[in-house]
DNA sequence: CCGCGTAAGATCGGTATCGTACATATCGTG
DNA sequence: CACGATATGTACGATACCGATCTTACGCGG
């Protein structure tokens, strides 16, 4: 998976569920007036085309990579047979799904409650947690764009994570160097996110 | 039901699965700084604690009424053996999970992309929904909580939407006079919700 | 019919973020 | 090494919304 892949458009019919091993993947919002936000972000802890656990046929959204990374990709047939094969599946799948709706309604609070220099931290953590090392790619447009913030704001942001010693950054490569402190900066969004994930 | 009784507190046990007949009930997020913000929204069209269909033993939050109503309240036990009974009764209440889904993803999005204008004319639209006749009961200081608006912003919407004749109100009593008008002034996210609990 | 509580109307300065635009720096490629 | 593409820095006015506060109006219970 390489940025800015589609791994599935808006209204498309689940036919893989799409197991993430690292990297990020967003679920993408798209509005009349053209204007996008990210609505979740899916890496490692889980999959994408969970649609299907509650029974559903297509996808909720568009879903684009973001941070690169590899996948398994199953088609659907498979994992149902799975399903009735392996309890444990079921059982790992619905705690992600239940998982998943938690982050959508911590995100949800986060972005009607919390400020953009919260929002970003959060979002750079999250990520972090989803790619091996601490250096990944992420341009500051994209974040910007995910967020639903002006680049500008995502740089103002940047500028005093980076001069807080929490990050550095140079033409797209994010470099977290002080994860404590980013974890300052960010709202409890992100511990409550990775609590449900964890339970 | 009556306004401002609490259905689910925060981390409740799911002992009870409850079907509102009409009424509003808001699940609400409460951050660590005090401030709450209503996640979504539930009616007659589906049921609070679906927690459960998830595998899950606790709510996902406080659930509140906005506007009163009746309900009817089932054990969980009798939920789980009515599900083993009836199929018919797990597609729906995977439906309206699913349906559930949609609504959070889509309320993100609108909290993130939409005005001050736009979301309070969802809100009201929603509200009419799930109740019987045009009038019922919401205070603008509620709405405002709801939405993490100021009430003042609420009000001079509120006046707007008046003034365009979609509404009128006093002391706490809504009535949609032209529900279309308020559609005009609603954001696309209404429509969609819609259709996502129908689909 | 009086007083208190609730709902609504209004206004102030303050600020976070927006929309747009232009400038700069670095990289990859021919 | 030149050049276009990409990433970042920065500035400007505009504006939506905030926080606080004061006022007005209504309605219910004593």
Redesign the interface.
């Known amino acids: 998976m390489r940025p800015g892949d589609v791994v599935f458009d808006e209204g498309a019919t689940v036919t893989h569920v799409v197991f993430p091993h690292e990297g990020v993947v967003s ?1 993408i ?1 798209r ?3 053209g ?1 996008t ?1 990210e ?2 972000l899916i890496g490692s802890e889980g999959f994408l085309g969970f ?1 299907i ?4 046929k297509t996808v ?2 568009r879903s684009v990579v973001q941070v690169a990374g590899h996948a398994s990709w199953l088609p659907v047939a498979e994992v149902h047979a799975a399903l009735l094969r392996y309890d444990c599946l079921r ?1 790992e799948m ?2 992600f ?2 998982a998943h ?2 982050q ?6 986060c ?4 400020n953009a220099q919260q929002r970003v931290s959060r979002w750079l953590l999250q990520a972090h947690d989803r790619v091996s090392g601490n250096k990944f790619h992420i341009t500051q447009e994209a974040v910007a764009t995910l ?2 913030l002006r680049r500008a704001t995502v740089n103002a942001v940047c500028a005093d994570l980076a001069s807080a010693g929490a990050i550095s950054y140079h033409r797209g490569t994010v470099n977290v160097i002080d994860r404590d402190r980013l974890l300052d900066n960010a ?2 969004c992100y511990g409550r996110i990775r609590m449900a994930a964890i339970s």
């Open positions: 679920l919002a509005m009349d007036n204007r936000v609505k979740s649609a656990v509650m029974g559903g909720f959204g059982e619905l705690r799904t239940k709706v938690a959508l309604m911590e995100s949800l609070a972005a009607s409650l919390h967020l639903a709202c409890e």
